[in-house]
């Protein structure tokens, strides 16, 4: 399993991990949705998601509610930052 980059605790009480993404969780999210950008945020995050080390399913995913989910969100969205352009 890949390090882990945060752990969000969700008002569910629940705890996620979140594991440091890497160019093979994008492809594999890639490969699995065929790139269409409505599902491929939900396999990106049942590829980068996990509770007690379990990884989380697409449908609990679409459960949860719409504030949970939007946490979890920006724990994904903060590491698909394109790197800051420095002025030489």
Not at 37 to 50: D, P, Q, R
């Amino acid at each position: 399993m890949s390090e882990f980059f945060t752990q969000v605790k969700l008002n569910l009480g629940q705890k996620v991990d979140v594991v440091e993404l890497k160019g093979k969780h994008l492809f594999k999210a890639m490969k699995e949705t065929g790139s269409e950008s409505g599902t491929y945020v939900k396999h990106l995050m049942a590829n980068a998601l996990f509770i007690d080390g379990e990884p989380v399913t697409v449908d609990w995913l679409e459960d949860l509610p719409a504030n949970e989910l939007l946490t979890l969100l920006d724990a994904i969205n903060i590491q698909l930052e394109p790197p800051k352009q420095y002025k030489l």
